[in-house]
């Protein structure tokens, strides 16, 4: 992967192993596709065009780095879809009721249902509260060039950001050979 810290390639074998050891499903490769999706390649596959969030900057202790939001957890007791059955508000609730309703037709219709089927009816803009669990692609650019550093599972705040600063200058650092 260009321009990609050696912090970020062992992350990424790490769960790839944990994807192995346990029956989590976890789709390291989406890691790839948000990489290609920032770098303007035309192919990316479908579902993170619709499903990875927009780039931001950080504000605060992350500043001035950028993220993109890498859905590794699709399905799952700790996925990122799971928080949408919670009764924490109206995107929940409407998720829910839509959900309810694909179901009962895809019975009627004896057609099977798909992840990305339920993956579909979140909302792009839809928010759940607290902490997610998603994963944040902490990158830099550079005179026009992205540079990658890490992958971080969302913090819970200060203390969460200060460590992962740490990795990150750690990571900055060694890629670009400071």
């Not at 928080?83 to 179901?103: G, P, Q, T, V, Y």
Request: hydrophobic fraction near 40%; charged fraction near 30%.
């Amino acid at each position: 992967m260009p321009r990609c810290s050696e912090l970020l390639k062992k992350q990424i074998i790490e769960l790839q192993g944990k994807a192995i050891q346990s029956d989590q499903q976890l789709q390291t490769g989406n890691i790839k596709e948000v990489i290609k999706l920032l770098e303007g390649e035309a192919r990316v596959v479908e579902s993170i065009r619709r499903y990875a969030k927009v780039p931001g900057a950080f504000k605060g202790v992350l500043a001035p780095y950028l993220h993109a939001h890498v859905p590794i957890e699709i399905a799952g007791q700790g996925s990122y879809l799971s928080l949408f059955f919670k009764d924490w508000n109206d995107d929940c609730r409407k998720f829910r009721s839509k959900f309810e309703a694909l179901i009962k037709e895809r019975a009627e219709a004896a057609l099977e249902l798909s992840v990305s089927d339920i993956e579909a009816l979140v909302p792009r803009d839809a928010s759940v509260p607290g902490r997610m669990t998603g994963y944040w692609l902490v990158y830099e650019c550079i005179d026009g060039v992205n540079y990658y550093y890490g992958l971080f599972p969302h913090g819970r705040g200060r203390a969460d950001d200060v460590a992962y600063r740490l990795q990150i200058e750690e990571a900055k650092a060694q890629l670009h050979g400071e």
